[in-house]
C-alpha cells in the first residue's frame, strides 16, 4: 500500500468514532502494537527533541524500504508515534520526504499540530522525515 | 467542611472566562501557579486605559499624558503600600520576575569577583537559576546550592554551614513553583544578612497568597508579577532598597532612565527610573494596580484561608486514588499539588484531563533540579485559586480517575 492509502485506512478506523475517548482509547491501543526499538538504539541520540515526553526513533533500510521502530515513556506520545510508523514504514525515502500529514487532522488529533503542542508531534514527523533525507541521500 | 467567608459562586461572575467551555466541557482551571484568571475589573482598566488616556508618560505636557503618568505612579505608591516598602523609587516597573531578577544579576556583575559565592536553593524555578550560572560565568563567583529534603523543605542546618564571609548573594523563591513550599525566608534572610551578604526572594508564586512586608523582612530584592495575580502578562516588579539600586548600574539603556546626553557623557535619571529605559507598559502597570485592588477588596487574609481549605480537601481527595503520590509536602505550603500516579507518566494523564476541560500543568514546571531530585520525568501540577470551588476538586479527582482507567 501507498503512504497516501494507509493513511485514508486509519482515516477510515478512526471515523468509526463518535467521541474523543474513544480516539483516545484506539490511540492508546495502536500504542500497543508499536515495533519497538531495539534496546541498543534506545540512547540520548535518538530522542527527539521537542517532547515532553521521551521518544526515540530508530530507522533502517531494507532494500530501497525504511522500516522505523521507536518507543516512548507516554503512551498516548506512543500511539501517535505508531500512527506515523505505520504511514511511513516500509516506504521508499522519497515517498516519506514527499508525503502529506494531513491526515493527522482528520483523525481528530488537530490539536496535537500546533508546533508548541507538549507531545512535539510536528518534531517526530520531522525526525522521520530527516531520516528519509538522510537515506535517501545513500540511495543516490 | 467549607468554613470560608467568600461567596464564591459570586466571585466566580467576575472572571468572564471561567464561563466558557474547552472541548464542550466546562472549563476546570487549575493552573493558576502558571498564569491567574483576569477578573472584570482588570479587564475594564485595560479597556478604559485605550480608550480613554493612552499617552506615553513623564514626558507629554498634555493633559492624556498627565492623566497617564499619574495612573501608572500611583500603581508605584499601591505596589509601595502593598509590600509596605519605605519609599515609592524602590519600586522598579518590570516586565515580570524573570526580568526583576535579570535586573538585579547583571548588576551585581560589577560588584563580585571570583572568590565570591552565591547560594541558589535547590527548589528554584529555572529563573532563579540560569541569570545566576551566567553571572558566576562572567565574574568567576561560585554558585552553591542550598539542599532540599524529601518533603521539599529547605535544610536549614546545611543553609548555615554554606554561609560564610565570602557569600555575597543568597537567592530564594518564597514559595515554590514545583512544590508549593512556603520557604522560611526570615530566617533566610536574618542569617545571610549575619554573614553580611544580600538576599533575593522571588516572590513570583507567593505573591498571589500571601503579603510580603520587605521593611518587617528587611529583604534586600522581592519580585512579582502580575500575570500570577489576576493582573495581565509583561508586568512585575522589583523592589529594592534604596542602597542596592544606587548602587546597581542601570540594566538597560535608552529613553527615560537619562538625566543628560551627550556624545561624551550621560548621567543617568534618579530612582526609580533609571531602571525603566523606554516606554515602559504603562497599560499593563495600570492594570497591575486594578488586580492588586480587586484582591485587596477580597482581601489576602480571606483568600489564604480558603485556599487552605481547597488543599486541604483536594489533598485528601487525590491521596484517595490507588498509586498517587504527591511530591511537596511541606509543612507550609500554597494551594498547590504536584502528583503522578503510579508510573504513568504525567503527559499522558494530563492530556486525558485536558480533554475534559480540566486545565493542570504537567513536566518538569521550569524546576528540571527538582524533578531530577525525585527521578523522575515531571509532575502534573494542580494549582488553586480562590475562584475554584470543591466541585472542581471533586471533576479533578473523577478526571483523574478516568485517565488513569483509560491508561491502564
Not at chain 1, 516519506?96 to 481528530?108: H, K, L, P, R, V
Not at chain 2, 571570583?114 to 541569570?131: C, Q, W
Not at chain 2, 505573591?207 to 521593611?215: E, G, L, P, R, S
Request: aromatic residues 8%; glycine residues 6%.
Amino acid at each position: 500500500m501507498t503512504i497516501q492509502e494507509i493513511q485514508e485506512e486509519i482515516v477510515d478506523e478512526f471515523s468509526m468514532f463518535d467521541d474523543w475517548m474513544q480516539r483516545y482509547e484506539y490511540m492508546i491501543e495502536l500504542g500497543k502494537s508499536l515495533p519497538l526499538i531495539e534496546e541498543q538504539y534506545k540512547k540520548d541520540d535518538n530522542i527527539i527533541k521537542g517532547c515532553q515526553s521521551k521518544v526515540w526513533v530508530h530507522a533502517e533500510l531494507e532494500g530501497d524500504k525504511l522500516s522505523f521502530t521507536a518507543d516512548s515513556d507516554a503512551i498516548i506520545t506512543k500511539g501517535i508515534i505508531a500512527i506515523l510508523i505505520r504511514a511511513f514504514s516500509g516506504q521508499k525515502p522519497q515517498d516519506i520526504i514527499n508525503a502529506d500529514t494531513g491526515f493527522i487532522d482528520e483523525i481528530g488529533l488537530k490539536e496535537h499540530l500546533s508546533p508548541t503542542r507538549a507531545n512535539g508531534l510536528v518534531s517526530m514527523i520531522k525526525q522521520l522525515k530527516l531520516y528519509a533525507v538522510a537515506y535517501q541521500t545513500q540511495l543516490n | 467542611m467549607i468554613e470560608t467567608t467568600l461567596d464564591i459562586a459570586t466571585l466566580r461572575k467576575d472572571f468572564p472566562i471561567l464561563e466558557r467551555k474547552v472541548y464542550g466541557y466546562p472549563l476546570v482551571y487549575l493552573d493558576n501557579a502558571a498564569t491567574s484568571q483576569t477578573p472584570q475589573a482588570v479587564i475594564d482598566s485595560i479597556v478604559d486605559y485605550y480608550s480613554s488616556y493612552n499617552a506615553n508618560i513623564h514626558r507629554g505636557v498634555h493633559a492624556l499624558s498627565q492623566e497617564a503618568t499619574d495612573a501608572y505612579e500611583q500603581v508605584r505608591k499601591k505596589l509601595k503600600r502593598h509590600f509596605n516598602a519605605g519609599k515609592d523609587h524602590e519600586i522598579i516597573f518590570t516586565s515580570g520576575t524573570t526580568h526583576s531578577i535579570n535586573l538585579v544579576a547583571s548588576g551585581f556583575a560589577s560588584i563580585l569577583n571570583k572568590d565570591d559565592e552565591i547560594l541558589v536553593s535547590a527548589m528554584e524555578h529555572h529563573s532563579n537559576i540560569v541569570p545566576w550560572q551566567m553571572l558566576c560565568e562572567k565574574t568567576g563567583a561560585k554558585l552553591r546550592v542550598i539542599p532540599m529534603d524529601e518533603s521539599g523543605d529547605l535544610l536549614m542546618d546545611k543553609y548555615e554551614q554554606l554561609l560564610h564571609e565570602r557569600t555575597k548573594l543568597v537567592f530564594c523563591n518564597h514559595v515554590s513553583n514545583a512544590l508549593g513550599t512556603i520557604n522560611p525566608i526570615e530566617e533566610i534572610i536574618n542569617k545571610a544578612h549575619a554573614v553580611g551578604a544580600a538576599v533575593l526572594i522571588d516572590g513570583a508564586q507567593a505573591a498571589a497568597h500571601i503579603v510580603a512586608d520587605v521593611q518587617a523582612l528587611d529583604v534586600d530584592f522581592y519580585t512579582a508579577s502580575a500575570h500570577k495575580m489576576c493582573g495581565p502578562t509583561g508586568i512585575g516588579m522589583l523592589y529594592g532598597k534604596e542602597e542596592w539600586l544606587r548602587r546597581l548600574p542601570p540594566y538597560q539603556g535608552g529613553g527615560e532612565m537619562i538625566a543628560e546626553v551627550s556624545f561624551e557623557k550621560t548621567t543617568y535619571a534618579d530612582l526609580p527610573h533609571k531602571f525603566e529605559a523606554g516606554t515602559p507598559n504603562i497599560c499593563g502597570a495600570i492594570a497591575f494596580g486594578a488586580a492588586l485592588d480587586y484582591m485587596n477588596n477580597i482581601g489576602f487574609e480571606a483568600i489564604a484561608q480558603y485556599e487552605e481549605e481547597l488543599l486541604n480537601y483536594a489533598t485528601a481527595q487525590l491521596l484517595q486514588i490507588e498509586g498517587l503520590r504527591i511530591y511537596g509536602t511541606a509543612r507550609h505550603k500554597t494551594s498547590v499539588i504536584s502528583f503522578n500516579v503510579g508510573e504513568m507518566h504525567p503527559y499522558d494523564i494530563g492530556t486525558i484531563l485536558d480533554k475534559m476541560g480540566i486545565a493542570v500543568r504537567t513536566g518538569h514546571h521550569c524546576a528540571q533540579p527538582i524533578m531530577d531530585f525525585y527521578q523522575i520525568p515531571g509532575t502534573i501540577r494542580a494549582s488553586f485559586s480562590f475562584y475554584n470551588t470543591m466541585e472542581e476538586v471533586d471533576m479533578l479527582a473523577a478526571g483523574i480517575k478516568k485517565a488513569v482507567a483509560m491508561l491502564s
